[in-house]
């Protein structure tokens, strides 16, 4: 894969505005980056700015806390397609995981899943709030409901991607399934070190940065 391939170019903040968001998918045809990733409202206008592109929209689901029913993910993630996105990145229900609850995490997922009609499904696991029996049991229910990504986290939550976190996703999901790195990822040598470890898609607000350290290097 491409450098510029790794990367979602992510735009999440509540008050984003919609000159942001152009500069933003801007940035994302000029790299070439693999998609854009911003809040479901902003999904049809970013499709509009990316068209003609290579460049994806991806959005987020269930954001920033997975504690909408399944039902509401299923009916945003439907939308946000509708209105172009092809990546969709769902945040699971952190509760039922610490009950270790993981049918009901499974088959939230299958739904998403189906709801996604081939389009890529991305599971925010929120590694920050888990112990590593959780995020395995939980990388393995999004293995086995088909999703195409693991993720770390959303950027909201207490703590970010950790290669440690990974490695140990990347173990546990095998070389089949995606696993991204998200949240706190600033710089080429945070990057690399998490590629290293197993990520083959980062979602980064920094991406711009990232690009410019590395052609440098290059």
Not at 69 to 80: G, H, L, Q
Not at 125 to 149: N, S, W
């Amino acid at each position: 894969m491409e450098f510029n391939k790794l990367f979602d170019h992510t735009l999440l903040k509540a008050f984003a505005k919609e000159e942001e968001i152009k500069t933003l998918c801007e940035e994302a045809i000029k790299y070439d980056f693999m998609s854009v990733c911003v809040n479901p409202c902003n999904v049809e206008y970013a499709s509009k700015c990316l068209e003609g592109s290579n460049v994806l929209v991806c959005t987020v689901i269930g954001f920033p806390l997975g504690a909408s029913t399944t039902e509401v993910k299923a009916v945003e993630a439907m939308d946000a397609i509708k209105r172009g996105a092809k990546e969709i990145d769902m945040v699971i229900n952190v509760g039922k995981a610490k009950e270790h609850n993981y049918a009901y995490i499974e088959d939230e997922i299958k739904t998403l899943v189906s709801a996604c009609a081939g389009n890529t499904l991305k599971v925010i696991i929120e590694t920050c709030y888990l112990t590593d029996e959780e995020k395995i049991e939980v990388c393995l229910a999004a293995k086995r409901a088909g999703a195409t990504f693991v993720k770390t986290s959303t950027g909201f939550g207490t703590g970010g991607a950790t290669v440690e976190d990974i490695a140990l996703m990347r173990k546990t999901v095998g070389e089949a399934m995606g696993v991204k790195a998200s949240g706190g990822v600033h710089s080429l040598e945070e990057l690399k070190a998490l590629v290293d470890a197993g990520a083959s898609r980062i979602g980064a607000s920094a991406s711009v940065k990232i690009m410019e350290e590395y052609n440098k290097e290059k």
